[in-house]
């Protein structure tokens, strides 16, 4: 069936370096990308989105890219920090009234 | 203006008991959604409701779950005879109508079944 998933299930970096946390996704009708970040015991928290019509979009410390050519998503986050430390997930919008389909997360660790 | 919230946040149950999960949206908000999530896993959608009416249940187990989101109160999922595999963390979303990008989760339900 079409899903979103990740590439990784795991990223360990350190307090200060980039991270690129990256989603390969397969409905190409797909129209709205989410990254969310789920800390533990705790809910998804909306991080940044994307309309499919953008390739890049920039927030605080975090830029979203996306590849509609080979279907890729991907979530940087710059000088990341031990506070950065959760799972991320991609989610996509298939078109406008459904609910979102998510992907398996990557478990980002920020060592000191 | 609260989040969307969920209780209880932990909920043990025996097996063959049924267990009931409350969602309150957001103010403003008519749409719910739920998702369930196994350890290590991620979120996977199980049903979307307005009030008084289920939109997509595509995700919904046949037997035994079911949900509602009345005129008035809290959205419930609903589980029957629970099983060992029904264990996982359940998180409700909601949104405003029709804007499902919008949404905005609560803290989640830990449904333990011993």
């Known amino acids: 069936g079409e899903s979103v998933g990740l590439h990784l299930p795991t990223l360990s970096v350190q307090e200060g370096d980039n991270s690129i946390i990256n989603c390969a996704y397969s409905n190409s009708a797909s129209d709205y990308f989410i990254w969310y970040k789920q800390e533990s015991g705790k809910g998804p928290q909306f991080i940044i989105d994307i309309r499919s019509n953008m390739d890049k979009r920039q927030g605080q410390r975090v830029t979203v890219l996306l590849n509609k050519t080979v279907k890729h998503l991907s979530l940087q986050i710059a000088a990341t920090q031990p506070g950065d430390s959760a799972v991320y997930f991609c989610?996509?919008?298939?078109?406008?009234?459904?609910?979102?389909?998510f992907g398996k997360g990557t478990t980002l660790s920020v060592s000191s | 203006n609260a989040g969307v919230m969920q209780n209880p946040r932990h909920l043990v149950r025996r097996r063959g008991q049924e267990a009931r999960l409350r969602c309150s949206p957001m103010?403003?908000?008519?749409?719910v959604y739920w998702y369930r999530q196994l350890p290590e896993e991620g979120l996977k959608f199980m049903v979307y409701l307005q009030k008084e009416n289920i939109i997509d249940e595509s995700g919904m187990p046949k037997e035994r779950f079911s949900a509602e989101f009345p005129k008035e109160g809290p959205s419930i999922l609903r589980i029957q005879q629970v099983v060992r595999g029904d264990s996982a963390a359940y998180f409700c979303a909601s949104s405003p109508a029709g804007k499902g990008t919008e949404a905005f989760f609560g803290q989640g339900t830990r449904l333990t079944v011993v």
């Open positions: 989610a996509e919008n298939y078109q406008a009234g459904t609910a979102l389909i």
């Open positions: 103010k403003g908000h008519s749409h």
